[in-house]
């Protein structure tokens, strides 16, 4: 269950429990009395009764702050999705100061450093999985964000229509054929307020000539008027040359290689068609799970 919290107003821990169903109303008086008696905060004088968890503290700080991610019980998106379930967790720390670096590096540097392509050479090296916790952290740090499934290789309902558990759209294979548009096909994430994903849609006889129409590029331009940040998820970088022609559009990729599974020379072999093709290498992340 999500809280709306107007602007400019500071609901109480008590008040956002007790909304989200998570405390009584004889609860919180209880809370609220041994708070009085022993002055100390709401939360600790309700993990002192033992009446509220720390997990129950952290939901309800969130949403004092504006700070959106979902709780355990919620099944509407993929628990792969740590960012939206575990944001206080190691991982969700990690992904905060990639963001951070990635804000210093790339987006904060120029009004037009708005798009940024995740790439690393091989399959199952997690470039979905990094793509999609990416973009929610940005998007809970108040930025429209725009992600976009640019895999058009994967298989049907794969990728980030199955993290996000997605409903049909025509998606960027459709807008790239002339069929829709940016605002028919993309499609906002409910529980993630300025997040919205761009699915595939279906996959194509030929991706590589799409990606490399004009119109990706006049379609990145489009959504970068809408958008404060664009994460792009590509497919392998070893096996096709589609990873090459988004980060050229993009302007600036993430290289991505997995511990114990990516070789080296492959990821620098990548690194280097970067390169010369004129994108930014803005960084790198070795994903270890």
Not at 68 to 84: E, K, W
Request: glycine letters at 10%; zero cysteines; hydrophobic letters at 45%.
């Amino acid at each position: 269950m999500n809280t709306v919290v107007t602007p400019g107003t500071r609901r109480s821990i008590g008040d956002i429990l007790v909304s989200a169903g998570r405390l009584s109303g004889t609860d919180a008086s209880l809370i609220m009395e041994h708070q009085r008696q022993h002055q100390i905060q709401f939360g600790d004088a309700a993990l002192a009764l033992k009446l509220l968890t720390k997990d129950d503290i952290d939901f309800a700080l969130a949403r004092q702050f504006d700070y959106t991610y979902l709780a355990q019980q919620d099944t509407s998106l993929s628990p792969d999705l740590v960012a939206a379930y575990k944001p206080f967790s190691a991982i969700g720390e990690n992904l905060r100061a990639v963001r951070s670096q990635l804000m210093l590096r790339w987006f904060n540097t120029d009004a037009l450093h708005k798009v940024l392509a995740v790439v690393s050479p091989g399959k199952g090296d997690g470039r979905s999985f990094i793509a999609a916790n990416l973009a929610i952290v940005f998007a809970q740090q108040g930025q429209r964000t725009l992600l976009v499934d640019a895999d058009l290789r994967a298989a049907p309902g794969a990728g980030q229509h199955a993290l996000f558990k997605l409903g049909k759209s025509a998606g960027l294979s459709g807008i790239l054929a002339g069929r829709t548009s940016l605002e028919a096909a993309a499609l906002p994430v409910p529980n993630l307020p300025g997040l919205t994903v761009l699915p595939t849609g279906a996959v194509p006889p030929n991706p590589q000539e799409l990606l490399g129409r004009p119109e990706f590029g006049q379609l990145l331009g489009s959504a970068a008027q809408q958008f404060d940040v664009i994460i792009i998820d590509t497919p392998a970088g070893g096996d096709f040359s589609d990873a090459e022609i988004i980060a050229a559009r993009a302007g600036a990729a993430l290289l991505l290689a997995r511990k114990n599974k990516s070789l080296l020379p492959n990821v620098a072999l990548l690194a280097r068609r970067l390169q010369e093709g004129g994108v930014t290498l803005v960084g790198s992340v070795l994903n270890d799970g």
